[in-house]
C-alpha cells in the first residue's frame, strides 16, 4: 500500500510540471546552421525623372552572404556592380548672347552619362510564407521582404566644361570624372525561393533603392537618384538547412485527464487503507506477539524535469530525499541513475547533453545527502521516445 502511494504521488508530480507550449518555435541550434552564399545576374534601370526607362537599362550582378536565425527571421550582406546610365539633357542646347552675357538653352536630345558603381546593401529579412503558413521544411516555395542600409561608391562629378559653336549657335557641356565617393542608400525588395532540395534553391529578387545622385548639381532629379533591378540567382546553404524545435505542442486536456486519472487512484488508496486501519483495530491481540518490522527496499524511482531542463525542484527533492533514505539502508546494492530526454523536443546533441546534466544533478543530490557515491552508476541515454506513452513523461531521471 506505501509502495503504491509513493508511486502515484510521482505520477502526479511529474504531471504537474509539465510546461505547456501553445506553439511549435524553431531556432538554428548552431552558429554555422542556416548560412547561405547567393550569386544573381540582371538587369537595373535608373529612375531618374527624365530617363527613358529602356535606354536607362543596364546589366546587375550580385552577390550574397548571410544566414536565417529562425525560418522567419534572418539577415544578409550583398555587393551589387556595374553600371548605371542617367539622363544629362541639359549637357546640350543653344545658347545666344543677351547683354553681354551668355544665356544657355538645355535642349531636348537625350543625353545619357554612364558610370560604374558597386553598392554594398545590410538587409533584413523576414520569410512572409513562414511568418503567415507557419514553418514547413518541406515547402518549395518562399516568399520573403528585404529591407536595409547600404553604400554606394562611385566616382562623383564635381567639374564641368562647356564647348561653343559659333558656327550653329549651340554648346555642349561635359562633366568630368572626379574623386571615388561614398554614398548612403536605401532600399526595400522581395524574394521568391524555389527549392530544388535541402541545399539549394532558384531565386527572383527585385529591388528598389534611392540614394544621393552620383552627378549632384549636374543631376536632373533634385540631387537623388532612385534605381529598381530585378536578378535571377542560386542559393547554396551549407549543410542544408537545419532548425530544431524549441518546444513541442502539449496536448491540456489530455494533462487534465491523467491529472484526474492520477487523483482518482489516490483517493481509492486511500480509502483502502483507511478500511485496513479499521480492521486492525477490530483484531483482538493473540497470546502471542509477532514483531514484524518493515524494512524499506529500493524499487524504481523518477525524478521528473521540465522541458529543456535540468533544475531539479521541490517535488524533485523530496523524491531524492525518500530515495536517499532507502539507498543508505541498503548499503549493499548498486543503484543506476539514468538520465533521459524528449526526443520530440531538440537535436539528439542537445538531449544527449541535456540527460547528462539531469542524471548528474540528481547524482550530487544524492551524494549529498549521504548516499555512498560506491553505490551509483550515472549514465545519459539522451532523447528517448514513449517510454510511458507521453513525451513530456520522457524527461526524467530514473533511479533502480
Sequence with gaps: MKSKLVILSLLAAAVTTVTA??????????AKDNVFISVGVGAQASMNSDNSFGDAITPHITLSLGKWINPVWGFRGQVSAWSQKLNMKRNAGTYAVTNGAYVLTPGNNDNYETFKYVTTHLDGLMNLSNLFCGY?????FNLSAFAGPGLTFAKDRSDESI?????????TRTVESGDIKPMINGSVGLLANFQVNKYV?????????????IF???????????AVSLTAGVTYTFGGKNFVTCGAKVDQSAINDELNKYRRELAQAQADLA?????????KPAETKEIVKEVETAGPRAIFFRIGSARIDDYGKVNIQLAAKVLKANSDKKYKVAGYADKATGSAGWNQKLSEKRAQGVYDALIKEGV???QLELVGFGGTANMFGKNYLNRVVILE
Design 21 to 30: 507550449q501553445t506553439k511549435e518555435k524553431f531556432y538554428s541550434e548552431k
Design 136 to 140: 514547413n521544411p518541406d515547402r518549395v
Design 163 to 171: 564647348l561653343l559653336n559659333n558656327a550653329n549657335g549651340t554648346y
Design 201 to 213: 534553391s532558384v531565386d527572383l529578387e527585385a529591388r528598389g533603392e534611392v540614394s544621393p545622385s
Design 216 to 226: 549632384g548639381k549636374y543631376s536632373n532629379n533634385s540631387y537623388t537618384d532612385g
Design 275 to 283: 478500511d485496513c486501519k479499521n480492521a486492525l483495530s477490530n483484531v
Design 372 to 374: 555512498s557515491k560506491d
